[in-house]
């Protein structure tokens, strides 16, 4: 199976399109690398970018994002909203399928390694990749931001992992390294900034210090006034959403601005999010309010509504989930065919497909038909005694025809695999 690994630099440009372009034109044009995602900031004056390949693939392409970068970015004249200290102020290396954290780890060492070297600018390692415990966070490394970095790294303790000690008034420092799966999240407020950091204070993992911790874990962030939007947002990354999960982090700051007696009004997702903390953030909803939906379009249309999704910019599904964005890429050509093309090829002169893809190919149509059926009965007045027994026959025959599907084309690959040999 192909190793694949996501790679998210963070630019200190968010307002000429012209750079921001031709970064991503840098990262477009490297071979077995797919562009994802470009979110530009303009308050923040930052843009992140997305795009995955393999091991070798993305360090080339992160490599032509900062050399692109170096040409066209001058960090003397850059003002923003978002803490940073370098042109390409951080660059992570994301395990998403067949790779390991240890994989991404030698990855980032890699291109810190070749970056350094290449644009003789420091580059310091974090989280995973760190070497030392007290520079392992992003923010203890960008204490001080650019405006501090001159007189940083005339200390010892901040020598970088690689690249020159001196100060590169025109780069400041990068910052690269290995982590988890990272969601950028934020929460509108119509109040000000002081009102947003507070509740960002209250729930972010640190809080306000050692002896206050905040409520929630795995969340770091901070609050800010966005005056492109005319709003202030509490902006968080949710390093590991599996332990606070989107819809965790929007119910607490409701809660918390009721206190201060402000409204929120929607969130947004910068750059991309897993599916599964999306129908996450669906099945609490859909429990809270004993809900029954069942297509995963809906559960997403649902997360989109109570969430605000779209309050600021259209949520587009398949340009904001990465399983949908890698979806676009796949290709299944026996399901994709008609009925009569998929009879004519099975009836072909030809061991594929074969009967593994001929009995999953009924056996969706079987369940699908099983599911018509039960969706048939529920809600109609007449089978409302049925309606719990339906509410828990629907969901199984519903998924159990849903996952049937690619295993018409999984079953011929693994046939055409095994004639090779």
């Known amino acids: 199976m192909k190793k694949i690994i996501e790679c998210v630099p963070n630019f200190s440009e968010g307002r000429n399109k012209k750079i921001i372009d031709a970064i991503a034109k840098a990262i477009k044009g490297t071979p077995e690398c797919i562009l994802l995602d470009v979110d530009p900031g303009k308050s923040t004056n930052r843009t992140v970018f997305t795009f995955i390949g393999d091991p070798e693939s993305v360090i080339k392409g992160a490599l032509n994002a900062a050399r692109k970068a170096q040409e066209l970015i001058d960090m003397q004249n850059h003002k923003g909203e978002h803490p940073r200290m370098g042109a390409m102020d951080v660059c992570p290396f994301i395990p998403v399928a067949n790779v390991s954290m240890e994989e991404c780890i030698k990855v980032s060492e890699k291109f810190a390694r070749k970056a350094a070297k290449q644009l003789n600018v420091p580059f310091f390692l974090y989280e995973n990749s760190a070497k030392q415990e007290y520079r392992k966070k992003l923010s203890q490394i960008r204490e001080g931001e650019y405006e501090k970095l001159e007189q940083k790294l005339k200390h010892e303790k901040w020598k970088p992992d690689f690249g020159p000690t001196k100060f590169v008034p025109e780069w400041g420092a990068s910052v690269t390294g290995a982590r988890s799966f990272l969601i950028a999240y934020n ?44 709003l202030a947002q509490v902006t968080v990354n949710l390093t590991n959403y599996k332990i606070t999960p989107i819809h965790v982090m929007f119910e607490n700051v409701k809660k918390e601005a009721e206190k201060l007696r402000v409204a929120v009004a929607g969130s947004e997702i910068v750059g991309l999010i897993p599916l599964d903390a999306i129908l996450d953030a669906a099945d609490y909803y859909i429990k809270k309010e004993d809900l029954f939906i069942l297509d995963e379009d809906q559960k997403i249309k649902l997360v989109i509504q109570r969430l605000g999704l779209s309050s600021i910019s259209v949520f587009n599904p398949s340009e904001k989930i990465i399983e949908y964005m890698l979806d676009s890429k796949k290709h299944e050509p026996l399901a994709d065919m008609s009925l009569r093309e998929f009879i004519k090829e099975v009836g072909s002169r030809s061991s594929a497909p074969g009967g593994g893809s001929v009995s999953a190919a009924i056996a969706a149509i079987g369940t699908g038909l099983g599911s018509m059926g039960a969706k048939l009965t529920y809600g109609v007045r007449k089978f409302e005694k049925l309606d719990e027994k339906m509410r828990k026959i629907i969901p199984k025959l519903h998924q159990a025809s849903l996952d049937l599907i690619p295993l018409i084309d999984a079953d011929t690959r693994r046939d055409s695999h095994a004639q090779k040999y």
Not at 195 to 206: C, D, M, P, V
């Open 187 to 230: 929460v509108n407020i119509l109040g000000t900034s002081n009102q947003a950091h507070r509740i960002a204070l209250n729930l972010r993992e640190a809080g306000r210090g050692e002896h206050e911790k905040g409520k929630l874990k795995q969340v770091k962030g901070m609050g800010w006034y966005v005056d492109e939007y005319n």
